[in-house]
């Protein structure tokens, strides 16, 4: 899978949810690897926001990005299109500190990205992929958030209110391909309850009922009821009358719901990467959404790369007989035994070590160890299996080190151990030169990194 931007911008006016502010804002392609980015135009400099997890700054009714003193609000709606659409770069460029609210769901994003169009980047997408069950609660609000491992991305939403009219309601998505369709146009909603107390907290300034459901579910006296309904400057009800109020009617029968798992996926779109796994999200709101994307992001940063995942029964993309064709070693200095991943710009082998290597008999007799340059280099044979699957006649070649740089040695290998080693080209190869970046792997834990550079010449 490659990564994508938009084919073309394109520009949405509107108000602000919170500020009532008259808003513009603008949808820009980006370069492969720039991530999602926020600029505020309107600011002396037109400062920059990373919109990543560790960037939140608040999350009350929204999610709140700040950098230096300087903030944008309610990005969640269109972060969920993007993310859904399966954007990987783009640039926003804003004039305020706050999205417009539209009609208050995702729906006007979608139906933008796709008129102007989704373009194909060189670059690969770099998924974050689940391999163990995590979970993160919050035992003040009884929000919980589980990712489960699985092969595609999926996300669940329950809500659970104490109310007559929104009481439990459920809403999935098993393919992104069904956002537009099944999520997108879902809005959002307030209590009648919450209006008075959000106003005091100068919020929902631009609130009305042409972009959110405004859901009656607690009789109060009808004089207090118009009290309400002059202060947001919607018509006068009747107070008996519970149920939602909206101009529109319910888009679907379970729209909170549906509204909650689109929240949950444009906080979700802060994880920065595309994610493998099922989200489970139970009463979820920002807050928990954003200690969850918080954890995440945590991981990454602790180690750059996932381990890639190693199936043994699946059959491998080159077995040692293919690569004994491509590469010249032979025992005992052939360190890579198959192949079982490799696209345009990356490789994976594989290396079980056994107790019966040669090298174990004086590194170490009574603890053994395999040396780390053995490591580095089975590295370039892998990445010389990916830099001869360029060439015509690949047997006619050899590669051979110019450089290496930037060795770290996190761990030992032992006999016993399942090494897999991850090489990826980290610039496009030029005259026959290759400069790479190599991770060695035993389970999810690297073990040893590099950078080299190679180069592939003709044998004599």
């Known amino acids: ?6 084919k073309g911008s394109f520009t949405l006016q509107g108000k602000g949810l919170h500020t009532g502010l008259d808003i513009e804002i603008t949808f820009l392609p980006a370069p492969e690897n720039h991530g999602y980015k926020i600029q505020r135009i309107d600011l002396e400099g037109q400062p920059v926001i990373d919109a990543v997890a560790e960037n939140v700054t608040a999350t009350q009714r929204g999610t709140v990005l700040g950098k230096q003193n300087v903030s944008v609000s309610t990005i969640e709606h269109a972060m969920a299109a993007l993310y859904a659409l399966e954007i990987d770069n783009c640039l926003m460029q804003v004039n305020a500190p706050e999205f417009p609210i539209l009609d208050g769901s995702a729906r006007i994003y979608v139906e933008n990205i796709e008129r102007v169009g989704i373009e194909e980047q060189n670059a690969e997408k770099d998924y974050y992929i689940i391999r163990n069950k995590i979970e993160v609660t919050d035992e003040e609000t009884g929000a919980t958030i589980m990712a489960l491992p699985d092969d595609h991305f999926s996300v669940s939403a329950m809500v659970l209110f104490d109310s007559p009219i929104l009481n439990y309601q459920y809403a999935s998505l098993e393919d992104t391909k069904c956002f537009a369709e099944e999520i997108a146009s879902a809005r959002t909603f307030v209590f009648v309850r919450e209006i008075e107390q959000l106003l005091k907290n100068n919020l929902i300034k631009g609130g009305d009922l042409d972009n959110a459901i405004v859901i009656y579910d607690q009789k109060i006296e009808q004089q207090e009821f118009d009290r309400i309904a ?136 009574q603890e053994p160890v395999v040396p780390g340059v053995l490591l580095i280099e089975a590295m370039a044979q892998t ?58 792997f035993v389970g999810d834990k690297i073990t040893t990194e590099v950078e080299f550079m190679a180069q592939i010449i003709k044998n004599k």
């Open 230 to 365: 002059d202060l947001t400057g919607a018509q006068r009800r009747d107070s008996d009358k519970l149920g939602f109020i909206s101009n529109r009617p319910l888009v679907f029968k379970n729209e909170p719901a549906r509204h909650k798992l689109l929240d949950v996926l444009g906080d979700m779109a802060l994880i920065g990467r595309p994610i493998k796994g099922r989200i489970i999200a139970t009463r979820p709101g920002h807050k928990i959404n954003s200690q969850f994307t918080h954890l995440i992001r945590k991981e990454i940063k602790r180690q750059e790369i996932q381990a890639p995942l190693y199936d043994p029964n699946k059959a491998p993309v080159m077995d040692v007989n293919r690569i004994k064709e491509l590469l010249p070693h032979r025992y005992p200095m052939l360190l890579v035994d198959k192949i079982i991943e490799m696209g345009k710009n990356h490789i994976v082998g594989i290396k079980n070590f056994t107790c019966n290597e040669p090298f174990f008999q004086g590194h170490f007799p």
């Open 383 to 440: 990445g010389g299996l990916l830099t001869l699957n360029s060439v015509d006649d690949p047997a006619s070649y050899s590669t051979y080190f110019l450089k290496i740089d930037n060795v770290k040695f996190r761990q030992k290998v032992v006999p016993g151990d399942t090494v897999i080693f991850h090489v990826s080209y980290m610039t496009e190869m030029r005259r026959g030169c290759a400069y790479m970046k190599g991770y060695a």
């Open 1 to 6: 899978m490659k990564q994508q931007t938009l």
